[in-house]
Every structure is written in structure tokens, then in C-alpha cells.
């Protein structure tokens, strides 16, 4: 067939598909889904944002806000943990920065990044912030999975939902017969003598099945993208349209190839429907199964024992932990201190070093076991489309299966960063929290460690699959039967 | 009507498509009956281990002051939800335990977010998910041609003639629908249902009665939204193609998209600064001022009139000053409490309210409320800790009041824990069908009303169908 006689086919068969009214209403109801599904993230993208934002500036506010006041409201937390029962108020005398940074919760913001309206049903998995102490590793606040039925029960729609379950079935809606009718009916044959070969029908069938998906489906979500977020980057724009491309490519050969190999339309449907189930739903469900019997999470006695440690190290202080303390950081000795406040500062500092390892100590397990699972779902996320468009996207806006672990982490880094600034104020025996200490107290800086390779690397993939697929799936037709079925005969 | 009826028994006994789909049904549910139950029997394990923790660690603890014992805490579980092994709603999102802490109301622990998925039933798989999402799906294949195939082969022609009735003729068909579920659908997952009941040796009878009435109703809805599909359709084809297109909206897209509206245009409010309130307020519990000494005075007075407030009061003034303080930070802390959960009631409300045209996502909703395993539940069995947390620190405030420190110091001491055993136990709290029943209220109402709604329409349509005959 010449090059000039398939496009003719590709036009004739992209034509006779827009203007078929089940052509049409898929079309209407894909771009009507994609506009929404990303609208809908885009704007539950930006509640998740605000949520971190109200925190971390109620923090910032807080931090300028004290810088000069009394410490009575911190301080009487010292006596409540330090020294029951019946303790006293603290003596009114000025806030410190150990005041600020260990009897007061800091909250750093997870941050979200101008792909979250994509995948952001990913963010009711993940906290918007954590609290920091100087004296434990940070706490993350409760996802919004944790309290609203809602975000649980029923789902979150985003492009990365759309994509893995609507998607399929569009495609499947508008393909399952669009070789196997023709067979069906006898009118293959008569098809195929100006087409040329199985091929070139084949072929031209594929693309126009493409067209009408891509049509339906990249514009509405590169429009409600741009419109749904700020500081959109030329890449990452780039990849989502090669990841959405190389999708369809391969959805619609896949789809195309059940329908040209089958004998009859009901055959395909119940082999594109059945092989949707299996890639669409029950592999990414059987991945997680997998994930959650290989690294089963710990019992929590141990962490519970391990909390219970570490606030004994303020409850029932030992001269032992101080003298060991202090001798690590000779600086922080509480006899260097020149009054009541800075005494108690580095006696305070010097618990908090083995407070904070306990912690620590008490989370590690679990830690490790989040950790081995995030590594082995990043592994299995390769194994089904949907899991693959999703972990593309994840990557894309930062919110992938290590996202929890890596906030936090940073979250530790940043406490640790806290920690030295109130240490340097403790040594220098400071009296009060003056504003210059509140403008230069640390400020949270992740490292941007989103990728727009795996979205780009994904399209690929999909679309040499999707090659593939057809110039297997065409090689085979021409060796098909073409005679009329028993129901023609 | 009889012979209608006895027709399409026959045909739904004798059709090769019900029993396939009978079969694939059955896989699935035993699949899913074992996924659920074995995910309960480990959550019903884990529980057990940390309530028994719980209770040796508080009795094996070492004296000390009382108030002290207080502030050691006391760990306490949440049991699974009655039918969590049916439906496990957001059984994995949701804290199990928490170390009651004296003055500190903390949320619970052990939330499993790490184990949730992407996708319908954010990657559980259990009986209430299958029923809710993909059964209908197998409805739709067993009767998208009930009426579409009259049409096409021209008997509602011979039947109009014969004097069928459009009400006949669609109690007919929603009989044959029904039968035809029956065998491809209720028959395996009862099946399933008594397999997850055997293994995790639970049955109650009630609740589950329910937790199938409310899938029940679900089912009839899907098939009458069938039966309608296949009225409207000209074609079998038209109407499978049209019925896996309302699938895929009314079970996979709307139940979504109506989670997604109700998180942005509800959201609830961010934790963070109601957790540094409630800190503060906790670590308040132990300043003192003369406000609250001379409250603590009139509070002993009441108990003794006798004591005209001079010399040596009856009841240890610091303790009295402890309670009073602490019953007000539980007032504050409740107070903030109450208003959020009546945001995240408030976006509950509105994303039941969207996905009213989804019999899936009320489905859902309702399943989860009945089996014991919505945030409801969750939220509740909380707030009964957070309760229990605060007559625990009021028990040994009381203790200390009325018998001093009675020899207990700070630090450990010779003395024996067995002074305190009499402290009172959490009970866990049990909430019955009536609770459950009014958390499904609102799902359950707006399934009924989406029934009633299709099946006038598919009485109008199908009229519409028998007086025109077949253009064909």
C-alpha cells in the first residue's frame, strides 16, 4: 500500500469515526471527564496547600510574636513534664529560643508542586505538615485520609484516575468491534480489497481509535492543567503529553488488536473487559497485597515501650544522662549557665539530645519497614499500566511512595538545623528572643527531587509497546481467516 | 404475568451466560471474602496483643505517686469493627491505639496510610467493595438485552398485540433480572459471605442481615437503572455499550468526583495550630494561681461543710486544684473537637449528598456505616477514650485529694502498685445497630429515592417502548 493510499485509509477511517455518534460521545465524555478530573485535583491540590500554608505561617507568626514576651505560657510545659505534681508556674521572665524550640510545636509545610492537580488524590495519603520539637523526630499531622470518610470511601478524582480506569474503558467502548463487526458480518473482505492489506486497515483503524482518544483527552488536560496551577515548566508539560501520548498509543492498539483477532465483537469485549480487570484492577491491587505481606509493619509495643522511655528522660531525669551529656558537649554544662533560665536551658538541651534518640530509637523499626515497602511498591508500580501512569505522575509532582518518609526526613534535618541554632543561643547563655534570633531562625528547604524522566521514559515505553503491538497484531490479521462467520453462513 | 414471569425464570435457569458469570463471581468473592478476612483476623491479633499490653503494663508498673501513674499512662486499643471483615471502609486509614496520657488528648496511632492504594476502595479488596463497584457490572451484562432484545427481534411487536401490559412486562423482566442475580451474584457471594463469617468466627446476625439488605437494595437499583438502559437502547449492543458507559460513571467516576468536590469545597480545617492549643491548654494543667485555689476551696467546702476554710483542708489542695484544671482543658479540648468534627461531617454531608445518582458510592457509604467500619464509628470509639482519659486522671486525682500521696514520691518506691488496682478499666465502648443505622441513614434514604426515581422512568420508558413498537 502506498503511502499516499494508507492516508487516504487513515483519513476515510479518522473521519468515519469523529462523526459516529458513539465517535462523538466518547469524545464529549472524555474531554468532559479529563476537564473535570483535573479541575477537581487542581482544586483539591490547593486545599492540601493551604492546610501546610495556615500552619507553617501560624508558626512563622508565632516565632516573630514572641520575640520579646513572657515565658510564663511555655515554661509552665518545663514544669509539667519536669517536676510533678503540683508544680509551680514558671517564673515570669523572658521566652528563649529553647522555649520556642522544645516546649512549643514548629510546623513545616510538605509543600506541593505545580503537578499535584494531576495526581492529587495522592495528597489525602499524605500529611500537609509535621511538628517539630528539637527533642523528637517530627510528627506528621493526620492525612486527610485519617478524617474524612469521604477522601477514603469514595476516591479523589484526578488525570492519574481518569487515565487508569476511565481511560481503558473508553477506549474499549469505542474499539471492541471496530475490526471483529466487519468480521462478523462478512464485510471484512470487501474492506480489505481497497485497503490493500490487513495491515493497512489495521493500522488506519489504530490511528483514528488514537486520534479520537488524544483529541479527548491531552488538550482538556494540558487547558485545565494551566489553568488549575502556577509556574507550569515547559518539561514537565512535555512528558505528561509524551506519558498521555505513548498511553493511547498503546491502549489503542491493544484494543484494536483484541477486536482484529477476535471472531466476534462479543468475543473481544469479554477479553478487552476481562484484561482490564486483570491489568487495570486486580494488579495493582494484588501489588499492594504483596507489598503489605513481604514487610507486614511491627508490632507497636516496642514503639510504645520506646515512647514511653524517652519521656521518662524528662520525667525522671538522670544525673547519669546529664553527665554524659555534658561531657559530649562540654559547652552546655548547666554550671556554665548564669541564672535561672539559662541553667535550665542547657539542663533541658543536654536531656533533650537523649530524648531526642530514644524517639528515634523507638521508630526506627517501623521506619525501616516503611522504608523496605516504599522500595518494593516503586518496584511493583512497574507492573501494570495504571500503576505505571500513577507512579509517572507521582514522580512528576513529588508525591510518589517515599514522599512520607523523604517530608520527613527533611523534617529531621530541619530539627536537627534547629536544634544547632537554639544551641549556639543556649551556650551564649541567652535571656530573651529578641527579633534579630526570630529573622534568622531556620527556615525549611527541601531539595526538589521531583523527575520528569519516569512520565517521559513511561510514554515511551508505552508507545514502542504500542508499536509493537500493532505490527504483531497486523501481521497476524493478514493471516487470518477472512471467510464469513457461522453466524453469515 | 404469570407466564411472563415463568418465562424469563426459565430462561435466567437456563442461560449459559448466568452461570459463567456465576462462576467468574465466585472466584472474585472467594478471593475477596479471604483478602477481608484475613486482613480482620490480623487486625483482631493485633488488638488483642495491644489490649493485653495495655492492661499488664498498667497493672505491672511500678508505684508511684498517683498523679505520676497518670502521666505514665495507660495504652489502649480499638477493637475491629463488628463486619470489618466483610467491609473494611476506613479501617486501615484510621488510628488502633493510644497511650492515654494524663492532661494530653492525643489522636491515635498506628493509622496504616502506608498501605493504602490508588483507586476504588483505596486498595482494599473485600465483599463490600465487590458488591458496591463490580457486581453491578455483571448485572449489566446478564440483562442489558432483557428489553433491547425484544425490540431487536421484534416480539415486543407480538407482545403489544397480545395485550401485555408495560407493568407486566417490566415486573417480568425485573423478576428475571432479579433471578438471574440471584444465581450469578447472590448465590457466590453468600457463599462468601458464610466462608468470611466461618473464618473469622463472627456472626452477627442482625448487622449482617442489614449490611445485605443495605447491598440489597443497592442491587435492585443497578437493576432497574439495567432495565432501563435496555428500554431506552434501540439495539443489545446499543445497551451493553450504553450500560458499561453508566458503569463506569455511576461506579467508577461519580463516587470520585464526589469525594474530590466535597474535599475542596469543604475542606477541613488544618490540625496543626488545634494541636498546639491543645498542648498548651494540656500543659496548663498545672499552673496554679489563686483563681483557681480559691475554686478548688469551694470545692472541697461542698464535700465538707464542716471545714470553715482554715487550717489543714480535708483534701489535698493541689489535687483538688489538678482535677479542676484538668476538667477544664477536657471542656476547652472538647470544644475544638466538636467543631471539627462537624467539618468533616459537614464535607461527609456533601459528598453523600453528590454521589446521590451513584448507587455504588452510597452503597458504600451505607456498607461501611452498617459494618461497623466508617470514620463514625472510628471517631466515636475515640471520643470514648478521650472520655475514659479524662475519669481515669479525675479516679487518681480523687485518690491523691482524699488519701495524700499516701507515701508514693515522684520517683520509684518500695511501695506496691496494688494501692491503685481499684482504678477503673475502659470498657470499650459498644456501638449498636441504632448508631450504625443513623450514620447509613442519609446513603440508605437517598438509594431508595435513586430507585424509586429509575424505576419511573423505566415504566415510562418502557410504555413509550410497547405503544411504538420497533421502528426496525
Known amino acids: ?489 | 404475568l404469570n407466564a411472563l414471569v415463568a418465562k424469563e425464570l426459565r430462561l435466567a435457569w437456563r442461560a449459559r451466560r448466568v452461570w459463567l458469570a456465576s462462576l467468574a463471581m465466585g472466584v472474585l468473592s472467594l478471593a475477596a471474602a479471604a483478602s477481608g478476612a484475613s486482613q480482620f483476623l490480623d487486625r483482631r491479633e493485633a488488638y488483642e496483643r495491644l489490649a493485653s499490653y495495655g492492661e499488664t503494663s498498667f497493672q505491672k508498673q511500678k508505684a508511684a505517686h498517683p498523679h505520676q501513674i497518670a502521666h505514665n499512662g495507660y495504652v489502649v486499643a480499638r477493637p475491629p469493627a463488628p463486619l470489618g471483615f466483610l467491609d473494611g471502609g476506613v479501617e486501615t486509614a484510621y488510628g488502633t491505639y493510644v497511650r492515654l496520657d494524663a492532661h494530653k488528648t492525643r489522636s491515635l496511632q498506628g493509622s496504616r496510610t502506608a498501605e493504602l492504594a490508588r483507586g476504588p476502595g483505596a486498595g482494599r479488596f473485600d465483599l463490600g467493595l465487590l458488591l458496591a463497584v463490580f457486581a453491578p457490572a455483571v448485572l449489566i451484562l446478564l440483562g442489558y438485552d432483557l428489553l433491547a432484545g425484544e425490540k431487536a427481534r421484534g416480539t415486543l411487536d407480538m407482545m403489544r398485540v397480545a395485550g401485555v401490559e408495560a407493568r407486566s412486562l417490566i415486573v417480568s423482566k425485573l423478576i428475571g433480572l432479579c433471578a438471574r442475580a440471584v444465581i450469578a451474584v447472590d448465590a457466590p457471594i453468600a457463599v462468601a459471605v458464610a466462608i468470611a463469617c466461618a473464618v473469622a468466627g463472627e456472626l452477627p446476625l442482625v448487622r449482617l442481615g442489614l449490611w445485605i439488605g443495605v447491598h440489597a437494595v443497592a442491587l435492585v437499583a443497578w437493576a432497574l437503572i439495567v432495565l432501563l438502559v435496555s428500554a431506552i437502547a434501540r439495539t443489545p449492543r446499543g445497551a451493553l455499550m450504553i450500560g458499561l458507559a453508566i458503569w463506569g460513571l455511576l461506579a467508577l467516576a461519580v463516587p470520585p468526583i464526589s469525594g474530590g468536590l466535597a474535599a475542596a469545597l469543604r475542606p477541613l480545617p488544618p490540625m496543626g495550630e488545634e494541636m498546639v492549643q491543645a498542648e498548651k491548654w494540656a500543659a496548663s494543667a498545672h499552673a496554679q494561681n489563686e483563681v483557681l485555689r480559691a475554686e478548688a476551696i469551694r470545692d472541697v467546702q461542698k464535700r465538707h461543710p464542716e471545714w470553715n476554710g482554715a487550717g489543714d483542708p480535708p483534701e489535698v489542695l493541689d489535687a483538688v486544684m489538678l482535677r479542676l484544671a484538668d476538667a477544664e482543658v477536657a471542656r476547652k479540648v472538647g470544644r475544638v473537637l466538636d467543631a471539627m468534627e462537624r467539618e468533616e461531617d459537614r464535607q461527609a454531608r456533601l459528598a453523600t449528598e453528590a454521589s446521590m445518582i451513584s448507587p455504588s458510592g452510597l452503597a458504600s457509604l451505607a456498607s461501611s456505616a452498617i459494618a461497623g467500619s466508617d470514620v463514625s464509628h472510628m471517631r466515636a470509639a475515640w471520643r470514648a477514650y478521650e472520655a475514659y482519659r479524662v475519669t481515669l486522671m479525675a479516679w487518681f486525682n480523687d485518690w491523691w485529694a482524699k488519701n495524700g500521696s499516701g507515701g508514693f514520691d515522684q520517683y520509684q518506691t518500695e511501695k506496691s502498685f496494688a494501692a491503685f488496682q481499684d482504678a477503673p478499666r475502659l470498657e470499650q465502648p459498644a456501638f449498636g445497630i441504632g448508631f450504625a443505622l443513623a450514620r447509613a441513614g442519609l446513603p440508605l434514604i437517598l438509594l431508595v429515592a435513586t430507585s424509586l426515581l429509575v424505576a419511573t422512568a423505566l415504566m415510562l420508558s418502557a410504555r413509550r417502548a410497547i405503544g411504538k413498537g420497533v421502528r426496525a
Open chain 1, 1 to 489: 500500500v502506498s503511502v499516499i493510499g494508507l492516508s487516504r485509509i487513515v483519513r476515510l477511517e479518522r473521519r468515519h469515526l469523529f462523526r459516529s455518534p458513539r465517535g462523538r460521545a466518547v469524545l464529549a465524555s472524555l474531554s468532559l471527564l479529563t476537564l473535570a478530573s483535573v479541575f477537581v485535583g487542581g482544586a483539591v491540590a490547593r486545599t492540601h496547600r493551604s492546610a501546610g500554608d495556615r500552619d507553617e505561617g501560624a508558626t512563622w507568626a508565632r516565632i516573630r510574636e514572641s520575640a520579646g514576651e513572657a515565658a510564663v505560657a511555655l515554661r509552665t510545659s518545663t514544669s509539667a513534664i519536669g517536676s510533678r505534681p503540683g508544680a509551680q508556674a514558671g517564673a515570669a521572665s523572658q521566652i528563649t529560643s529553647f522555649d520556642l524550640a522544645a516546649w512549643n510545636d514548629s510546623f513545616v509545610a510538605r509543600g506541593d508542586s505545580p503537578s499535584t492537580p494531576l495526581i492529587a488524590g495522592d495528597l489525602a495519603l499524605l500529611p500537609d505538615s509535621a511538628a517539630i520539637r528539637i527533642y523528637e523526630p517530627p510528627t506528621a499531622v493526620p492525612s486527610l485520609a485519617e478524617r474524612s470518610p469521604a477522601a477514603l470511601i469514595l476516591g479523589t478524582i484526578d488525570l492519574a484516575w481518569l487515565l487508569a480506569l476511565l481511560l481503558p474503558l473508553a477506549a474499549i467502548a469505542l474499539g471492541f468491534d471496530a475490526v471483529a463487526r466487519d468480521r462478523e458480518r462478512g464485510t471484512l473482505a470487501m474492506l480489505l480489497a481497497p485497503a490493500g492489506s490487513g495491515r493497512a486497515l489495521f493500522f488506519a483503524r489504530v490511528v483514528a481509535s488514537f486520534s479520537l482518544l488524544w483529541i479527548g483527552v491531552v488538550p482538556a488536560a494540558m487547558i485545565a492543567w494551566a489553568l488549575s496551577t502556577h509556574g507550569l515548566r515547559v518539561r514537565d508539560a512535555l512528558s505528561v503529553c509524551a506519558l498521555l501520548t505513548g498511553l493511547i498509543a498503546f491502549i489503542a492498539s491493544v484494543v484494536i488488536a483484541v477486536s482484529a483477532l477476535a471472531d466476534r465483537s462479543a468475543t473481544s469485549l469479554a477479553t478487552l473487559i476481562a484484561g482490564w480487570l486483570i491489568l487495570f484492577v486486580a494488579l495493582p491491587l494484588a501489588s499492594s497485597g504483596l507489598v503489605r505481606t513481604a514487610y507486614p509493619l511491627p508490632d507497636p509495643r516496642a514503639r510504645l515501650e520506646g515512647e514511653l522511655a524517652a519521656q521518662d528522660v524528662f520525667s525522671r531525669p538522670s544525673s547519669a544522662v546529664l553527665d554524659r551529656e555534658a561531657e559530649r558537649d562540654p559547652k552546655l554544662d548547666p554550671s556554665l549557665g548564669q541564672d535561672g533560665t539559662s541553667i535550665q536551658n542547657r539542663y533541658y538541651m543536654l536531656l533533650s539530645r537523649e530524648r531526642y534518640r530514644r524517639a528515634k530509637g523507638a521508630r526506627h523499626e517501623e521506619e525501616q519497614v516503611l522504608e523496605q515497602r516504599a522500595e518494593l511498591a516503586e518496584i511493583l508500580l512497574w507492573s501494570s499500566p495504571p500503576t505505571i501512569v500513577s507512579f509517572a505522575l507521582a514522580e512528576l509532582a513529588g508525591t510518589g511512595p517515599r514522599e512520607r518518609g523523604e517530608f520527613l526526613e527533611d523534617g529531621d534535618a530541619y530539627r536537627a538545623a534547629v536544634e544547632r541554632f537554639v544551641r549556639d543561643r543556649v551556650v551564649a547563655n541567652e535571656r530573651a528572643f529578641d527579633q534579630s534570633s526570630a529573622d534568622r531562625w531556620p527556615r525549611l528547604d527541601r531539595p526538589d527531587r521531583r523527575s520528569s524522566l519516569t512520565a517521559l521514559g513511561a510514554g515511551l515505553a508505552f508507545l514502542i509497546l504500542g508499536i509493537v503491538v500493532a505490527v504483531v497484531a497486523g501481521a497476524w490479521m493478514d493471516r487470518k481467516d477472512l471467510a464469513p462467520t457461522r453466524e453469515d453462513a
